[in-house]
């Protein structure tokens, strides 16, 4: 693991994206797939299930608590199902790893069930907030212990009784949503969550799909208790998350023309297409369809129109959420500002990412000034540079892509956890074009 930890990239500058490729898996509704079908009647057939570090966890967890899952083997799983109350106290605590989508989706479900569950994570996760989910949780009557300061490891205990709430989300947050909504599949009565603005619906599309009723109401969603998930196929589209590399790469180098096949284009995660739109690039939504209950298409993006710096909608961020750290490197090519605001959810994400991805920037001679809720970007001239990743993936993949239109090489520190969310990324974005090699310790 030490060794792993200092895997690095090394970029050259220049070139062009060109092709057409598919991103791996949506890593949202892959974690989904599994505690879905672990909870459902029957066996639940998955196909394009990302095959990274964080859903590989809770497909660890799961078969820990005794679900028999085959896979992944290309892309296909089966998760034998064992129904709301079929799970099995784990032998030791679960590790989730990297994942807080896990741990906080998991703290849900684990409320509800007869036996006690501890949950840990790696140090990223063992920082990152939890009072968001625990509070009302114990307000429905779980009860979770964590750190002093509201981080992992989560101690749940089982046998609880826990009724249904009300609750009204202080942050936008699909991951507080969905753990309340994998709670109240438990819960006596009615469990609604209203939204202060909308955030990803995967919870609520697959327990549809999965037959389980979920009533909503403008921006509140409830479910009752005491159903039942039937078994299902679902067919995992590529993650518009990781396709977010390839949209910025191409679109801040001349000459490029790249098709990102069959990626899942929810409304409540386009938000980075309408971010580049608003500041000039040219991305063609083909082939619109439906795949399992989720909206998909194929993206073109031609490389080369101009980009202009933007105030970005305070209503896009939830639906851009995981996007910003490749938004920013488009900002760093702009004609002039780009403004970000509402978002200080980035500082508690793997890392901080407001604080990380301007000291890159900075080191690339780019003008970046951090604010308690976003950031103001000046575009300009891109040097290249030594980027300190902070183990987070998606800093790694943004400053991989800033290469294409750096003016000298990129080198990148910390990158192993990009398999969290996108194994083989390397070997994908060097067939499509970027001067990318694994490097040697930093
Ligand atoms: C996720 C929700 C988002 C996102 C995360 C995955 C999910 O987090 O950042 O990568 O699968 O529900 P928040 O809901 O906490 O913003």
Redesign the pocket.
């Known amino acids: 693991m030490l060794q792993a930890q200092k895997i690095s990239f090394d970029v050259q500058s220049g070139g062009k994206l060109t092709g057409r490729i598919r991103v791996p898996g949506d890593?949202?509704i892959s974690?989904?797939s599994i505690m879905l079908g672990a909870l459902a009647e029957g066996t639940t057939e998955v196909t394009g299930f990302l095959n990274g570090e964080d859903c590989m966890a809770t497909l660890a967890a799961f078969r820990a608590m005794g679900v028999e899952i085959d896979g992944p083997e290309a892309g296909r799983v089966a998760i034998r199902g064992v129904g709301l109350h079929g799970l099995k106290a784990p032998a030791g605590p679960l590790d989730v790893g990297n994942s807080?989508?896990s741990m906080?989706?998991m703290a849900g479900l684990l409320s509800g069930q007869a036996f006690d569950t501890t949950l840990v994570g790696d140090a990223s996760l063992t920082r990152r907030p939890m009072r968001?989910v625990t509070e009302p949780l114990a307000a429905m009557g779980a009860h979770i212990e964590t750190s002093g300061n509201g981080t992992p490891p989560l101690h749940i205990r089982g046998g609880r009784t826990l009724q249904g709430i009300g609750f009204t989300m202080p942050?936008?947050?699909?991951?507080?949503?969905?753990s309340l909504l994998l709670a109240g599949l438990y819960a006596r009565g009615t469990t609604c969550v209203t939204e202060p603005a909308p955030?990803?619906d995967?919870?609520e599309r697959m327990l549809t799909g999965f037959g389980y009723p979920v009533n909503r109401e403008g921006s509140t969603v409830c479910i009752q208790g005491g159903g039942t998930l039937t078994a299902t196929g679902i067919d995992v589209p590529a993650d518009i998350?990781s396709a977010a590399f390839f949209l910025v790469g191409a679109c801040i180098s001349p000459g490029s023309a790249i098709t990102l096949e069959h990626v899942g284009m929810n409304p409540t995660r386009v938000g980075v297409v309408d971010i580049l739109r608003l500041m000039g690039a040219e991305i063609h939504v083909e082939n619109p369809r439906e795949a399992g209950g989720e909206p998909v298409a194929d993206l073109r993006v031609i490389g080369g129109a101009p980009l202009r710096g933007v105030r970005i909608p305070v209503e896009l961020v939830?639906l851009a959420?995981?996007e910003f750290p490749a938004l920013f490197i488009a900002a760093a090519c702009a004609e002039g500002e780009t403004v970000l605001t509402g978002a200080e959810?980035l500082r508690v994400?793997e890392s901080d990412r407001i604080q990380v991805m301007a000291d890159g920037l900075d080191a690339c001679g780019i003008e970046a000034e951090p604010t308690p809720d976003g950031i103001r970007i000046r575009g300009g001239r891109l040097r290249g540079a030594t980027v300190d990743s902070h183990g987070d993936h998606r800093i790694a993949m943004s400053f991989a892509m800033a290469a294409l239109r750096a003016e000298g090489p990129m080198h990148i520190r910390d990158c192993a956890n990009v398999n969290t969310s996108f194994p083989g990324f390397v070997e994908l974005a060097a067939a499509a074009g970027l001067g990318i090699t694994q490097g040697d310790p930093a």
Not at 171 to 178: C, E, F, L, R
């Open positions: 890593k949202s974690h989904r807080g989508t906080r989706l968001r942050v936008a947050s699909a991951q507080v949503k969905s955030t990803r995967h919870t998350s939830p959420i995981d959810e994400k």
